[in-house]
C-alpha cells in the first residue's frame, strides 16, 4: 500500500522556537495532503489542507501564520509551527490523497509527531 | 451538517465476542465512509470502507453495515482479539466538501483476553 512518511517522529522544542514536520508520500504523488492535531484520548481535528502548488486552506479557528504550512512538491509538505508555546504541544498527523483519487477517496496517513513545547 | 456521531466512546468486549460501534450523519452529500484503526502513539490506518451504494461490506472479521435512509453505519468486529484493541474512527468525506474528511470522536475499544 501506499506509505506516508512523518519526520521527527517526536520533538521537544524550547518555548519560542520554530519546528518543522516534514510529510512525504514515499512511493507516489499527493495532490492533496491534509495536517491534523490531535489531543490525548480526543479526535483528529483538521488543521489546513494544502494542494501542490498553492496556499494552504486552513480551518476556521487555526492561526495560519502560527501555523505554516508549504506543499512544494508532489511528494512533501511541511508544518512549521512558529514561536512554539507550550499550547501548541500535541500530536500532529499529515495524510495524503494520492493522483488517482476522485472526488472523496482513501487517505494514506504518516506515523505522527509528538510537539512537546517546554 | 459536517458533523458526524460515533458511539460509544468506550467498549469492552470479551475475546470472541463481536464489537460493534455505530456512527451516524447528517450531510446525505457524503460518498465515502472509511474506518480508522488507531494505535497509541501511531497514527490512523484505513481498515475498511464503504460507499453509499452498497449495504454491506465484509472484509475478513471486520463488517460495515450501511443503512442510507437512517443515515447510519456501522462497524461489527467478529471473533475480536486483544490485538484489535485500540481506538476505532469512522469518518465520512464528500459531497462540497470534498476531499475533506469528517472523523467521527473515537471509540476506545479492550478486548479483554
Known amino acids: 500500500g501506499a506509505v506516508v512518511s512523518q519526520h521527527p517522529s517526536w520533538v521537544i522544542c524550547k518555548s519560542g522556537t520554530s519546528v518543522k514536520i516534514e510529510c512525504r508520500s514515499l512511493?507516489?504523488?499527493?495532490?492533496?495532503m491534509f495536517w491534523y492535531r490531535q489531543f490525548p484520548k480526543q479526535s483528529l481535528m483538521l488543521m489546513a489542507t494544502?494542494?501542490?502548488?498553492?496556499?494552504?486552506?486552513?480551518e476556521q479557528g487555526v492561526e495560519k501564520d502560527k501555523f505554516l504550512i508549504n506543499h512544494a512538491s508532489l511528494t512533501l509538505s511541511t508544518l512549521t509551527v512558529t514561536s512554539a508555546h507550550p499550547e501548541d504541544s500535541s500530536f500532529y498527523i499529515c495524510?495524503?490523497?494520492?493522483?488517482?483519487?476522485?472526488?472523496?477517496?482513501?487517505?494514506?496517513f504518516g506515523e505522527g509527531s509528538r510537539l512537546t513545547v517546554l | 451538517q459536517q458533523q458526524v456521531k460515533q458511539s460509544p466512546q468506550s467498549l469492552i468486549v470479551q475475546k470472541g465476542g463481536i464489537s460493534i460501534i455505530n456512527c451516524a450523519y447528517e450531510?446525505?452529500?457524503?460518498?465515502?465512509f472509511p474506518w480508522y484503526q488507531q494505535f497509541p502513539g501511531k497514527g490512523p490506518a484505513l481498515l475498511i470502507a464503504i460507499r453509499p451504494d452498497v449495504s454491506e461490506k465484509k472484509e475478513g472479521r471486520f463488517t460495515i453495515s450501511f443503512n442510507k435512509s437512517a443515515k447510519q453505519f456501522s462497524l461489527h468486529i467478529m471473533d475480536s482479539q486483544p490485538g484489535d484493541s485500540a481506538t476505532y474512527f469512522c469518518a465520512a468525506s464528500g459531497g462540497t466538501g470534498g476531499f475533506k474528511t469528517i472523523f467521527g470522536a473515537g471509540t476506545r475499544l479492550f478486548v479483554k483476553a
Open positions: 512511493d507516489f504523488q499527493a495532490t492533496t
Open positions: 495524510s495524503a490523497m494520492g493522483l488517482a483519487g476522485g472526488p472523496s477517496g482513501e487517505l494514506f
Open positions: 494544502s494542494n501542490e502548488g498553492s496556499k494552504a486552506t486552513y
Open positions: 450531510n446525505t452529500a457524503f460518498d465515502y
